[in-house]
């Protein structure tokens, strides 16, 4: 009885040490929890606007909705004739026929006037130039009118400086984090992950026309310089990514 309690209690040993070396091997095998910072980066810069945009739109109203749907499909036709000796790319962005009523006060109730056809083309180009002369070729023409005058910046030329930017942005993240472990004795190490907070771009808002005789009727002056010609700033391109790094 005396041997096996003696067995009992040598196994019980044996099996707590085992236990006690495998808490210690696998604490030796468990890697150091990594230690990280997470700050915000950001970037400003700017972006040349290297395309000129208008949209040519054409309205008729007429009593007979066949006669309405030709008048404008005519006057776009002409309009779209013109623009292909030119050198400009163009979409049609509306095309729409519907009835038109509006509120006559002495009978008190709607009236209706006709149909309605709207059609739209936008059209851009490199050079301001050519969209200058594409609101003198139709200017008084009637029915025409512009929407959307402006400057922007292409996608192509876009890209290369919003991916510039982003890693700006990065670097910017880095140089916080640096700044707020330097007290420690310590700086920013391998970077863990990012995110974008934020990409906006800062274009001028649109500047409306209406063809007028020889002359438009322009809501936004400041996009025009005292010759009359159309002038623009850059777009402004604003980044902002949230980046964890590792402590070191």
Known sequence: MKNIKTSIIWVASVIGMGAVMSLVFNALEKPSEIRKINVRGECLTSAPKDRTAITLR????????????????????????????????M???????????????????????????????????TKPEIIENILTKFA???????????MYTSSETMKPILEKCLSIAVDDARTRAD???????????????????????????????????AKMANTESASFDAGGSLVSKDTEVSVSVSATFEIR
């Open 91 to 125: 979409q049609t962005t509306d095309f729409n026929s519907y009835e038109k009523s509006e509120w006559n006060h002495d009978l008190q109730k709607s009236v209706e006037l006709g149909t309605e056809t709207r059609i739209a083309i936008e059209v851009s180009a």
């Open 179 to 213: 700044a707020l472990v330097a007290s420690n004795g310590l700086k920013a190490g391998k970077l863990l992950s990012v995110s974008y907070d934020n990409v906006s771009y800062n274009e001028r808002p649109y500047s409306n026309f209406r063809i007028m005789g």
């Open 58 to 89: 054409v309205t008729t109203l007429d009593k007979n909705a066949a006669v309405s749907m030709k008048m404008a499909t005519d006057k776009i036709a002409e309009i779209t004739e013109y623009l292909k000796t030119q050198d400009v790319k």
């Open 140 to 150: 008084g023409n009637e029915d025409v009118y512009t929407e959307n005058l402006r």
